[in-house]
């Protein structure tokens, strides 16, 4: 067995609240110098420069998942992930044809930049990511799964765009294969809280917008062999080998 570690909710500078200096060759580089074994790109409401990480992460040995922050209709942050960039695209463009069509203001919100693997901007997205789409919590487990991808509630534990923060509880029809806390402090609390988060493993991620931000060598898990599809299997699994 190996032990494989991990940070799966990274932002890059196409997310507006992601710093400038998360283009995909900086945070190849800060995950390889922090000899991490796998990152996943999670920006707001898109997957657009997954592609470019993936790429800009080949020199290194390292394993890049691609997906998206999804924020729900519920305003609730929700971790999608994909083993393949066509899947990741396909939800992607899904997902900006039910968010609302609003522009992004650079001035108030932050630049939205679309970059390639030599963190050259090639583009930018005009439509807000850090709207609520039009997609309901309820929905958007069976959803994203029609896509090939798994999704669990970002950052259970936070007082903001959270699913226990935004409910207060855990809808019985959403049964996600994980959950992602901030602060592993706080999992004897909740799993005390909430029966089901008891009964499934959780996953702590860095939620980083910032380079300095992206995990230590500091969550992981065991795993047989690191492949892209073992990993993304186990983790569609909850982890449960």
């Known amino acids: 067995m190996n032990r494989v570690f991990y940070d799966l909710h990274i932002h890059s500078a196409l997310s507006p609240c992601g710093d400038n200096d998360m283009t995909p060759g900086n945070i190849a580089g800060m995950a390889a110098l922090k000899e991490l074994d796998v990152i996943a790109l999670t920006d707001h409401n898109s997957s657009k420069n997954c592609g470019a990480l993936m790429k800009a992460a080949t020199p290194y040995p390292l394993i890049v998942l691609p997906g998206m922050e999804l924020c729900t209709s519920e305003e609730i942050h929700v971790v999608c992930l994909f083993d393949t960039l066509e899947k990741a695209m396909a939800f992607d463009a899904y997902v900006a044809a039910h968010s609302p069509d609003v522009k992004n203001r650079p001035d108030i ?82 799993r005390e809280e909430h029966d089901y988060l008891g009964t499934i493993n959780s996953v702590t991620s860095s939620d980083a917008h910032y380079l300095q931000d992206i995990s230590e060598r500091e969550n992981s898990v065991e795993l047989g062999n690191l492949t892209t599809q073992e990993f993304f299997t186990a983790l569609k699994n909850g982890f449960q080998l």
């Open 109 to 190: 919100f932050g630049e939205q930049r679309i970059l390639d693997e030599n963190d050259e901007i090639v583009g930018a997205v005009d439509q807000l990511l850090i709207n609520a789409s039009l997609i309901s919590v309820m929905e958007v487990g069976p959803l994203v799964e029609s896509f090939g991808g798994v999704a669990y509630p970002a950052h259970i534990d936070k007082s903001a765009y959270s699913l226990l923060s935004n409910l207060g509880f855990i809808p019985p029809e959403w049964r996600f294969p994980l959950f992602e806390v901030k602060d592993k402090g706080k999992l004897p609390k909740l």
